[in-house]
């Protein structure tokens, strides 16, 4: 089996990364992937715009990372190898960003009642609803007009949870989420099941309709990864991997940092074309 060197999990400008989908495509051919699933959130808008490219040097699998909440919880699904034109995800990631942008108006409503003047133009450099932006775009914004010194700051001080102009966000439930991605002939994952800390969610959580966990995640070394792992064959999910490399927003991430198994790669690859209707690759 040739080695697949994949990396499930990050994000571009059409959501809170910093690097274009074709610039990040460069960068990963560059550090030597040979595979690479863009996952923005509420958007699948980059994989159509870098999947015209030759794939002989890299394969580019549609992904996507939809913001949920289970109960009190909020928790975050990949759906990977999914049909790219099916008008269900289609149509839940435009209602998701949607009221992602409503969310956003009213944080900067409230930036300026504490005398902070940002405005949407400042943040969004085209008027283009494919461009999933948040919190991370209004503390640039903030940062490069002066009002802050780091991203950090900015949540730390305003926009973080629990500060005077937070405001939170609507989100849709696991389920629903997982209907878009499975009507869509796509799978579901649980992302980073590392950062869900209660022990009774995670085992609700399992009781749902997922196909895969996210085992390999950056933020955690090899021996608690493997926690994930031995979870994942006992209740017989698949385990994928990656970076959530982010690029300047979150610097210390390294795109690659973390992979997915090559044989669960080959697996969601030949899935996804057998959906498309092409011939699977070994």
């Not at 910093?18 to 051919?29: C, F, I, N």
């Not at 640039?140 to 926009?159: L, N, P, S, W």
């Not at 609507?170 to 499975?182: D, F, G, L, R």
Request: net charge neutral.
């Amino acid at each position: 089996m040739p080695e697949i060197k994949a990396d499930l999990h990050c994000h571009t400008t059409h959501s809170d990364g910093s690097y274009t989908p074709l610039e990040l495509v460069q960068l990963a051919k560059k550090i030597g992937l040979n595979a690479l699933s863009i996952t923005d959130h509420d958007a699948i808008s980059a994989y159509e715009e870098v999947a015209h490219l030759p794939q002989d040097e890299i394969r580019l699998l549609p992904g996507v990372e939809l913001s949920t909440t289970f109960g009190d919880t909020q928790i975050h699904v990949l759906g990977y190898a999914f049909d790219p034109k099916a008008k269900v995800l289609q149509e839940f990631c435009q209602a998701c960003r949607k009221h992602r942008i409503e969310r956003n108006k009213e944080i900067l409503d409230r930036l300026w009642d504490v005398g902070i003047r940002i405005e949407e133009k400042d943040i969004v450099k085209r008027d283009d609803l494919r461009t999933a932006y948040g919190r991370p775009h209004i503390a640039k914004g903030m940062m490069d007009k002066g009002y802050v010194t780091t991203i950090q700051e900015a949540f730390r001080k305003y926009i973080g949870e629990g500060k005077p102009c937070y405001v939170p966000g609507k989100k849709y439930s696991v389920e629903e989420a997982i209907e878009a991605i499975h009507a869509s002939s796509g799978v579901a994952v649980i992302a980073h099941p590392h950062l869900i800390y209660t022990k009774k969610v995670l085992n609700e959580l399992l009781k749902c309709q997922f196909d895969g966990l996210e085992a390999y995640y950056c933020r955690f070394d090899a021996r608690v990864d493997e926690k994930w792992v031995v979870l994942a064959k006992d209740k017989g999910l698949f385990t994928t991997g990656g970076s959530d490399f982010h690029g300047s927003t979150r610097p210390e991430v390294k795109l690659g940092c973390k992979l997915a198994p090559t044989e669960v790669f080959l697996t969601l690859w030949n899935h996804f074309q057998k959906v498309t209707g092409s011939q699977a690759c070994p």
